[in-house]
C-alpha cells in the first residue's frame, strides 16, 4: 500500500466497522459509534505513523477494540458526554498503538469473538458487508462533515435558515414553521434551552438564531445568544411531514418557512444536510472550520494557518509530520 493509499485507509475503519457492526437503529438508540468505533480509527492511524507490523497492529487494533464504549444516555439531561466521547476515542487508539509499539498483546478476534465487539454491539452483525463489494466507494467516500457546532439534526434547519436571512434583506422574521422527520424532533425538542448544550441540541434556538444572526459560530449558544433568540424561538413551531419524514435516514431534509414584520414570507427547503456528500463543503468550508476550531482551542490564527498547511502536505511528505514528532521520540525513550 502506497503512502497516499495508506491516508484514506486509516480512516475508513471508523466508518465500515459502522456499518458492519451496529444497525441504524441501536446506533441511534443506544451506542454512540464516535464513541465505539472511532478507537479503532485511532488506533490504525496511530499505527500507520509509528509504522508498526502486522502483529503490532493487530495488537493495537485490539486493545482499541477492548476500551470501544459510548452510550446516548447523556442526551436525557443534555450531559457534556458527547465531548468527552470523541476525545476519548481517539486517546484510546493512541494508547492502544504506544501499547503495542512497546509489546503490549491485545486479542486478534476482538470484532468476531464470542465476547468482542459484535456481541457487545448488536445481535446481527454483517462482518461479510466489508467485502462484499470491494471496489464500491469507499465509505470514507459518503461520510458527513459537520459545518456547524451543534447538533447534526439541526444542521439542515441552520441551512436553510441562513439563506432566509439573506433574502429578509434586512427585514426581521416575526414568524416561524419548520418541517422536519422524527428523530430531529426527538433528539432537538428544547423550545427553552436554558444551557448552552441545550440550544445546540434545539431545533428551535438554532433556526432562530441564524435567521436572526445571519451566522452559527462558537458563540451562538451562550446567554446572550439565548436571549437574542428568545422572541423567534417562541413564535417557532415543529411539525413531522413528508418528504422529509420519509426520506429519513437516506436524506436529512428540513424546510423553513417565514413570516417576516412586514407579512411577506419566505420558504427554503434542502433535500440534503449540508456537509452530506451530496451537498458537501468546499475545500475552503473545511478550512475555514478547521482554522475556526484551531482559534477556539487558544492558537492564533497564523499558527492555525500552518498546522492546516502541514497537514494537507502530508500525502506528499515522506517524513513525519512535526505535529507527532514529540509523540515519536517519547516512544523512542520508552
Known amino acids: 500500500m502506497s503512502g497516499n493509499e495508506e491516508q484514506p485507509a486509516r480512516y475508513q475503519t471508523p466508518p465500515a466497522l459502522k456499518c458492519i457492526s451496529c444497525p441504524f437503529r441501536l446506533r441511534v438508540s443506544i451506542w454512540h459509534n464516535t464513541a465505539t468505533c ?10 500507520s505513523l509509528l509504522e508498526l507490523n502486522d502483529e503490532q497492529t493487530l495488537n493495537a487494533l485490539g486493545n482499541a477494540g477492548t476500551q470501544s464504549s459510548g452510550l446516548w444516555q447523556f442526551m436525557q439531561t443534555g450531559a457534556m458526554s458527547k465531548h468527552l466521547h470523541a476525545g476519548r476515542a481517539s486517546e484510546s487508539g493512541w494508547l492502544a498503538a504506544e501499547l503495542a509499539a512497546a509489546g503490549f498483546t491485545g486479542p486478534a478476534e476482538i470484532l468476531e469473538g464470542g465476547k468482542g465487539f459484535f456481541a457487545g454491539t448488536c445481535p446481527d452483525p454483517e462482518p461479510e458487508n466489508v467485502l462484499r463489494q470491494p471496489d464500491v466507494k469507499w465509505q470514507l467516500s459518503l461520510t458527513s462533515i459537520k459545518p456547524w457546532p451543534s447538533c447534526r439534526h439541526t444542521h439542515p434547519i441552520i441551512d436553510c435558515a441562513l439563506e432566509i436571512h439573506q433574502l429578509l434583506d434586512g427585514k426581521r422574521a416575526r414568524k416561524v414553521g419548520i418541517k422536519t422527520y422524527q428523530a430531529a424532533l426527538d433528539v432537538c425538542d428544547y423550545p427553552e434551552p436554558e444551557t448552552e448544550y441545550q440550544a ?11 435567521l436572526t444572526d445571519g451566522l452559527v459560530g462558537m458563540d451562538s449558544f451562550d446567554a ?9 424561538r417562541r413564535a417557532t413551531s415543529v411539525s413531522i411531514v413528508d418528504p422529509y419524514a420519509s426520506n429519513y435516514p437516506v436524506s436529512w431534509g428540513a424546510e423553513i418557512t417565514a413570516i417576516a414584520e412586514s407579512g411577506e414570507s419566505f420558504k427554503v427547503s434542502r433535500k440534503d444536510c449540508k456537509g452530506d456528500p451530496e451537498l458537501a463543503l468546499t475545500s475552503d468550508e473545511m478550512r475555514a472550520k478547521a482554522i475556526g476550531l484551531l482559534q ?7 499558527a492555525a494557518n500552518r498546522i492546516c498547511d502541514d497537514i494537507l502536505a502530508m500525502p506528499a511528505t515522506p517524513k513525519t509530520p512535526y505535529i507527532f514528532t514529540r509523540f515519536i521520540k517519547y516512544l523512542d525513550k520508552t
Open 38 to 47: 472511532g478507537p479503532f480509527g485511532s488506533a490504525m492511524a496511530t499505527a
Open 224 to 232: 446572550d445568544a439565548r436571549q437574542r433568540s428568545e422572541n423567534l
Open 296 to 302: 477556539y482551542g487558544g492558537l492564533e490564527q497564523d
Open 200 to 210: 445546540k441540541f434545539s431545533l428551535y434556538h438554532t433556526a432562530a438564531i441564524a
